[in-house]
């Protein structure tokens, strides 16, 4: 099977993880696997901040919905957007394609919901983002030492309609 298959496959939401930091290289590579996302248009609205200190990693995990599991993270991925009309849809992208880029160098990852919840305002602020910016996802980052394989997801029969439904 082909690698990059296999890495989706495998993939799954990671909120564990070693005390160890990512280094920035890495980090770098991940970003760039994000911005080579496809955008409506190749408008590429995005936009990402990477955070490693600690101390901002407490403040979030103190106040955004399930994502307490920040306070372990080695880092986490903003990925901000301007406000386009697919922004959702573009960062969502760029989004995916860090998972994955993750998962191929045994990063564990974890999406946490950004776009319209309570605390979006409240992350922008804190990181100074411009005004204008949409908070699309939270991308919480660690080595992880959990060797658990993915949950089991709905069969392929059970999803897949050829021609209707």
Same mark, same amino acid.
């Given at each position: ?91 969502? %992208?760029? $989004?995916?394609?860090? #998972? =994955?880029? &993750? ?8 999406? +946490? !919901? ?5 605390? %979006?305002? $409240?992350?922008?602020? #804190? =990181?100074? &983002? ?8 939270? +991308? !919480? ?25």
């Amino acid at each position: 099977m082909n690698e990059t298959i296999t890495i989706i496959k495998k993939r799954r939401s990671i909120r564990s993880y070693e005390n160890k930091p990512i280094p920035k290289k890495i980090l770098e590579e991940l970003i760039d696997c994000g911005r080579l996302a496809p955008s409506a248009k190749n408008v590429q609205p995005w936009e990402f901040i990477v955070i490693t200190e600690k101390k901002i990693l407490d403040k979030l995990a103190s106040f955004i919905v399930y994502g307490s599991f920040l306070r372990d993270a080695a880092c986490c991925i903003l990925v901000l957007s301007q406000n386009v009309q697919f922004y959702i849809e573009d960062g969502s %992208a760029a $989004t995916e394609n860090i #998972l =994955v880029a &993750a998962k191929s160098l045994n990063i564990g990852t974890c999406w +946490i !919901a950004g776009d319209k919840k309570e605390y %979006a305002d $409240t992350v922008l602020r #804190l =990181v100074n &983002a411009p005004g204008d910016l949409k908070l699309v996802s939270i +991308i !919480a980052l660690g080595y992880s030492h959990e060797k658990i394989a993915p949950k089991a997801k709905r069969d392929i029969k059970d999803v897949l309609h050829w021609e209707h439904y």
